[in-house]
């Protein structure tokens, strides 16, 4: 397993729609593995593959207190089951330092493809609820930064630009 590089706003490859998983094999396997493990030393409680420049349709979630509940989405469809909007203060592994106010919908279903193959059905509330939408977000070339204020984003822009020339 591999702790992969995360990919920062405003990288434009963070903008590309990732395509269908056509196969569950086990080189898709060593590379969920690999998304996991790069959650997990990042201290993340999701990761889309689109943020390790791999755009294709998976991300990997674990919201447990006690980081042993990894979860698997591979081609992942949401249905919104309640319209009612929660608000969550959402940070993400590729806005590293940032945090803001955003709402969506509490309830969600979410039809799937697990680590096997098989394909399942979950419904999913509460921060699994927020989390899985900002992380299909990612598949869709959307960032959390897109719901905020313009003024708000700029700001957040120039500040990881500034940081990304003082580490090149
Ligand atoms: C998405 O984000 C999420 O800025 C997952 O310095 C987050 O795991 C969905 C992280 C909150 C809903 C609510 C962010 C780690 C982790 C940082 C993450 C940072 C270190 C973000
Ligand atoms: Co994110």
């Known amino acids: 397993m591999a702790v992969l590089d995360i990919l920062e706003f405003p990288d434009p490859r963070l903008r590309t729609v990732a395509k269908p998983v056509t196969t569950v094999d086990d080189a ?5 593995g690999d998304l996991l493990e790069t959650m997990y030393d990042c201290s993340g409680i999701g990761l889309a593959a689109t943020q390790v420049n791999v755009h294709r349709r998976l991300l990997v979630m674990d919201v447990s207190e006690t980081r042993d509940e990894p979860k698997v989405f591979i081609n992942p469809e ?26 969506r919908p509490q309830k ?5 493809l697990g680590r096997d193959g098989e394909a399942f059905s979950e419904e999913l509330d509460g921060l699994s ?40």
């Open 129 to 168: 609820a927020i989390c899985l939408q900002h992380e299909i977000d990612h598949l869709d070339g959307k960032l959390f930064v897109d719901y905020i204020s313009p003024l708000k984003r700029q700001r957040i822009r120039r500040k990881l630009e500034k940081a990304h020339r003082l580490r090149a």
């Open 108 to 112: 969600v279903r979410v039809d799937a």
């Open 28 to 32: 898709l396997r060593a590379f969920i």
């Open 78 to 103: 949401v249905t919104v089951l309640d319209e009612t909007l929660g608000s969550y203060d959402e940070g993400c592994l590729s806005v590293p330092g940032f945090y803001e106010e955003v709402n």
